[in-house]
């Protein structure tokens, strides 16, 4: 065992997946839960919006703040709690991702205080000129997209997902990113049974720029293909802007007999939900790298997209379909759903991708980067995975 002390590292982000259960919030857990076996780090997670009861395992929650409300102005009006944290800490490397006012006040921290801070992108609108960040009041977009510009100035590294947000990166800020690193995610657990009743499924937090509407208007479409169903797995909007709109979403996916619409539910109940998929779809306008894609190939699921294509992976693998019209899009679930051949054909396609591109080895880049701020190529840990998560009812 090493005599070296244990690297303090501080993972900086608004939400703890005690509450949230989106994309990045899965990826930290994934982070945390390899790191901390090594037994290399002291961990520390900075959040403000936390449950409370929770009891973490392997590192300790600071709290950003005393309660789980948010400044109408934005994060950035968290910089005092946040700064007093980080000092508690005392960080050698803060992990920042979701782009926000945290990144500005976490990277000036780093510059301040000798640290590094490594800002890992988490979607395409983070490294896009006027992308949109939420919000009613015009002024917390305002400073939040400028925190986010802040902290590419001044991040010591810069982690992008695909090669298209290092582009992006590139054009609209001109700078370099220092690792191209896949999501990663655990093999499958669960066993992977085809045999029950066809479904489509679609998994997201109910956002309109996810588009939800699109699939209750697919799943009408369909309403007439024999033995599908629909599933919807999601929470729904309750942001003051979004109520009229999310009250009428409601009301439509009511008004849909062939959808079943289940709520929200834990990563661990969704997985098993893809285990039992035979079709995945994506609505979204806009992405970073969809955790939930990932998450079907993993499990024998073709996905089905209507704009979302990272990097142009499904056609160019052909683990999937991007579709780029609402009326493709049904077509694609129309064909998916009644050619058992192709379905097969391309979930056991994707799964064996995703096991060769998306496994846990990828942490083995993002350690190296918070050790010694210099990354292992992702494709150097990329080997093809026996085939070890049981299949029955194909």
């Known amino acids: 065992m090493s005599d070296q002390p244990p690297l303090r590292l501080a993972i900086v982000t608004p ?234 979403l409601m009301q439509s996916i009511r008004d849909t007999p062939n959808i079943n619409y289940v709520g929200e539910k834990r990563q661990s109940e969704v997985n098993q939900l893809f285990g039992r998929a035979h079709v995945f779809v994506n609505t979204s306008r806009y992405e970073g790298f969809p955790n939930t894609f990932i998450q079907a190939w993993m499990r024998e699921v073709p996905v089905i997209s209507l704009d979302v294509d990272p990097d142009g992976v499904l056609d160019r693998e052909r683990i999937g379909t991007r579709a780029g019209s609402l009326d493709s899009l049904i077509d694609a679930i129309c064909t998916y759903a009644t050619d058992h051949a192709l379905r097969a054909e391309v979930g056991a396609r994707a799964r064996r991708y995703a096991l060769r591109r998306h496994s846990m080895d990828n942490v083995r880049s993002l350690e190296q980067l918070i050790q010694t701020g210099r990354v292992l190529e992702p494709s150097a840990n990329l080997t093809d995975n026996a085939d070890r998560s049981p299949v029955v009812g194909r």
């Open 15 to 248: 939400n703890h997946s005690s509450v949230a259960s989106g994309g990045a919030e899965y990826q930290i857990d994934n982070l945390i839960e390899s790191l901390a076996a090594t037994k290399r780090y002291e961990i520390a997670y900075l959040a403000r919006i936390v449950d409370p009861t929770f009891e973490p395992r392997g590192y300790r929650i600071e709290r950003i703040g005393r309660s789980n409300k948010v400044s109408p102005l934005g994060y950035l009006m968290d910089a005092p709690p946040l700064y007093r944290a980080l000092k508690n800490v005392r960080p050698n490397v803060i992990y920042q991702r979701v782009a926000c006012g945290y990144t500005a006040i976490a990277a000036h921290y780093a510059k301040q205080n000798g640290a590094r801070m490594i800002w890992h992108v988490a979607h395409d609108q983070d490294v896009t000129e006027g992308g949109q960040t939420g919000g009613r009041n015009p002024i917390r977009p305002f400073l939040e997209k400028r925190s986010v510009e802040y902290g590419i100035r001044h991040a010591q590294h810069i982690v992008v997902q695909t090669e298209h947000q290092a582009r992006l990166l590139k054009q609209n800020y001109n700078r370099s990113a220092d690792a191209v690193i896949p999501n990663f995610q655990p093999e499958p657990s669960e066993v992977i049974d085809k045999s029950g009743p066809l479904i489509v499924l679609w998994v997201a937090n109910f956002k309109p720029w996810k588009q939800p509407d699109l699939f209750v208007r697919a799943a009408n479409a369909l309403r007439e293909l024999a033995g599908v169903r629909f599933v919807m797995v999601g929470t729904p909007a309750t942001g003051r802007g979004d109520r009229e709109w999310s009250a009428a």
